[in-house]
């Protein structure tokens, strides 16, 4: 399911602002996404998670895509289908989903990799992208992808990462912290309370 939530959000003393978020979104779009190169960004490989998994994720959960829009010349497709055009669309995409589930059981079943296996399911999976970023990264992310003639999809994603991040309220950070996504409580503690020892021209030094 599309959708998007703010890991830690950060201000540095001088204004600058740091937000990570985890972004999930279709698999076929997760290329356009990875155009935006102002922001630090991670996301799940196929090739780390059993085939089964997998195959069970676009059985119970595959992307199907929003609107079914008509072709055109063009990046942006033209007006929907009809309702009836639209039906058999969906019913042509689970299908090439169904053929795709057992050709990929078929080659798990000859010893294939996951690596190549995994590959064949991709177009009905969702991934979820770590994503770290300032001010500007995200303005011009939302600026382009928030728009009319984005991709649904991607727009959809674009547009549950804005809402995220416009309803967060960024930690204040002082000069010398770290914007540390997933670490709290004790850890976070320890990592200000860490001390190293090193040696130059018979000196010891701790920082």
Not at 68 to 77: D, I, L, T
Not at 122 to 150: I, K, Q, S
Not at 171 to 195: F, K
Request: glycine fraction near 6%; aromatic fraction near 10%.
């Amino acid at each position: 399911m599309i959708g998007a939530r703010v890991i830690l959000d950060s201000v540095q003393p001088d204004g600058i602002r740091l937000t990570t978020m985890e972004i999930t979104l279709p698999r076929v779009v997760l290329a356009e996404f990875n155009t935006h190169r102002a922001f630090s960004r991670n996301s799940a490989s196929s090739r780390a998670i059993p085939v089964d998994k997998m195959i069970q994720r676009v059985l119970d959960d595959p992307f199907i895509p929003s609107e079914w829009g008509s072709n055109k010349p063009g990046m942006q497709a033209g007006e929907p289908l009809s309702q009836a055009a639209s039906d058999v669309a969906r019913y042509v995409w689970l299908t090439a989903r169904d053929n795709a589930v057992t050709q990929a059981r078929t080659l798990a079943a000859h010893g294939v990799h996951k690596q190549i296996v995994n590959r064949l399911i991709e177009p009905w999976l969702f991934t979820t992208v770590l994503v770290t970023g300032t001010d500007d990264a995200y303005r011009h992310f939302f600026a382009l992808r928030c728009h009319p003639a984005a991709q649904p999809e991607i727009r959809m994603a674009a547009e549950a990462a804005q809402d995220a991040r416009f309803g967060s309220e960024p930690r204040a950070l002082d000069y010398g912290e770290w914007h540390m996504p997933y670490v709290s409580g004790e850890d976070w503690e320890a990592t200000y309370n860490w001390q190293v020892q090193f040696t130059v021209g018979g000196s010891t030094w701790e920082v």
